[in-house]
């Protein structure tokens, strides 16, 4: 989903997201709201982000990207302001988020390709204290078995080598 704020400033407008499905597109945060929000306050704010980014109020060089965002605001507008239609987009929004945390679980936490969130941080919970001790504990406990792994392998390798360099002389002196 898009991140597009439309709590700037009347100097600054919103993000105007790429072209794609219409299924990417969170039409709450578009229009600012939450997802409990009201009719009124739906209303309220399509009217307030229209009159910010209404294309007659753009300079001629935005106008075209104006109307393309003022296109999805009236999307969004008549897809939450009539009862049936925002039924049927919030069912919509919880099937994908379900979707998308089942799959996020066969590929290994990652969010689905093409979806942005790479790394399933929306999904994850700021580390407390304890977790980051005992993360610090397992990267140490890593970097040690590391090394004893490598230690071992030297010595093996440098005690074949010695015993190889044993038997050829003792070899040699025999024959």
């Given at each position: 989903m898009w991140n597009v704020s439309v709590t700037s400033t009347n100097?600054?407008?919103?993000?105007?997201?790429?072209r794609g499905d219409v299924e990417d597109v969170d039409y709450y945060r578009i229009l600012g709201v939450p997802y409990t929000a009201t009719r009124a306050e739906i209303t309220r704010a399509y009217r307030k982000a229209m009159k910010r980014v209404h294309p007659d109020r753009q300079p001629p060089s935005a106008r075209e990207a104006a109307e393309q965002h003022?296109?999805?605001?009236?999307?969004?507008?008549?897809t939450l302001a009539h009862t049936e239609s925002r039924r049927a987009y919030d069912m919509s929004i919880?099937?994908?988020?379900?979707?998308?945390?089942?799959?996020?679980?066969?590929?290994?936490?990652?969010?689905m390709p093409g979806s942005g969130d790479l790394s399933g941080e929306?999904?994850?919970?700021?580390?407390?204290?304890?977790?980051?001790?005992?993360?610090?504990?397992?990267?140490?406990n890593a970097m040690v078995s590391i090394v004893v792994v490598f230690a071992g392998a030297t010595v093996a390798v440098v005690a074949l080598l010695v015993i190889w360099a044993a038997a050829s002389s003792l070899f040699r002196a025999l024959f």
């Open positions: 100097s600054q407008r919103p993000p105007i997201p790429p003022a296109r999805l605001l009236n999307r969004a507008y008549s919880k099937a994908q988020a379900v979707q998308d945390q089942i799959m996020s679980q066969y590929f290994g936490g990652f969010g929306r999904f994850r919970q700021p580390p407390t204290a304890a977790d980051r001790r005992n993360q610090k504990r397992n990267d140490r």
